[in-house]
């Protein structure tokens, strides 16, 4: 998993290929809830990305994504959104959505 620093990295990194971005805050208990899921999907399906975005020190990302609630998973194919998970969702849900995607 990618820690999203500035616009242009986050740019550069869904432009090609299944991303899998993680809006999230530190103060945030059900963002936590998420990270085991979303690091045992970064292991189990190859060639994703996962990229996490802290909404706090990203929020032009978050904004430009209308993130108005975390956790929120938006899932990109090259670069194009294909699906937005609001909420804790199960390992299920998640993969269903990633698979769907590829």
Known sequence: ????KTHQEF????????VVADF???WCSPCKL????LQK??????GIKVLKVNVETCFNISNSYNISSVPSIIIFKDGNVVEQIN????YNKIKSAILHAE
């Open 1 to 4: 998993m990618t820690e999203i």
């Open 11 to 18: 740019m550069t990194n869904i432009k090609e290929g299944v």
């Open 24 to 26: 999230y805050a530190d």
């Open 34 to 37: 998420m990270m085991p899921t």
């Open 41 to 46: 999907l970064s292991d189990e399906i190859k």
């Open 87 to 90: 909420g804790v969702k199960d």
